[in-house]
């Protein structure tokens, strides 16, 4: 598990805290929109993705929100033996063993199979705001739920006959698509240049097992996500 963005994400609230002016926030408005670069990164798979993450919250107090939360990325992964089923394991590598003693396949022979992967999350959950610095926000996503799709395209080289051989029976119409739910928790900041226009940076963690016939383990999957935001609604404060 990738956490480099996670300690980017605690070194910047860190410093902001020790240089923004403490007391409270005067203006908090009802409603807030983000939209902003995203990244996810799930090692697992060696799957690195970028994409865009948008956010609509809603706040019933000035602690705590509760909001919907879409992402879109694509990017690429490989698929090797060690990330399968077991039975599929030892039926790959015996096929390999043959194949390998005929001399049809060197001795140094490993099997990949890239592939190019689209993935879409949607998730619902509550927020919750420490907003007693003038101009920072922090807030942090104890846990928050979705569904997640991924489609994943196999593009394993045209000279590789094995592994042409092993896509057409993982996946035979040349894509393999799956949607499942998985849970997270996460958080970051809102440094606030006005009442209605902020910039964010967040960071989460997130567990999900896609493609449970194919992939024997379920992973982790970091996202970094950092982009304007944008308050409105009335001033919930007065």
């Known amino acids: 598990m990738s956490i480099f963005p996670l300690r980017i994400l605690l070194t910047v609230a860190l410093v902001l805290l020790a240089s923004s002016a403490f007391g409270q926030q005067t203006y908090v408005t009802r409603y807030d929109a983000y939209v902003g670069y995203a990244f996810l990164d799930s090692p697992k798979v060696n799957l690195f993705e970028n994409g865009f993450a948008a956010q609509v919250g809603f706040r019933p107090k000035t602690w705590y929100s509760f909001g919907f939360d879409y992402s879109y990325s694509r990017g690429d992964l490989s698929l090797t033996p060690n990330l399968l089923p077991v039975a599929l394991q030892q039926q ?3 096929q390999l063993g043959q194949l390998i003693g005929a001399g049809l396949l060197p001795q ?3 099997l990949t199979v890239p592939a190019n992967s689209h993935t879409q999350t949607f998730a619902v959950g509550p927020q919750l705001a420490y907003r007693h610095l003038t101009h920072v926000t922090l807030f942090l996503r104890p846990v928050f739920a979705g569904a997640i799709h ?6 394993a080289a045209a000279s590789d006959f094995f592994a042409q051989g092993v896509v057409k029976e993982l996946a035979p119409t040349g894509k393999k698509t799956d949607t499942t739910w998985f849970l997270g928790f996460g958080g970051g900041f809102d440094i606030l240049f006005t009442k209605h226009f902020a910039w964010r940076v967040q960071a989460d963690l997130v567990y999900d097992h896609l493609f449970n016939d194919l992939l024997q383990d379920g992973r982790f999957t970091t996202r970094f996500s ?7 609604g009335r001033n919930i404060k007065e």
């Open 92 to 94: 790959l590598g015996a």
């Open 108 to 110: 140094t022979y490993t």
């Open 150 to 155: 991924e489609s994943a395209t196999p593009q």
């Open 226 to 232: 950092v982009g304007p935001a944008f308050n409105f």
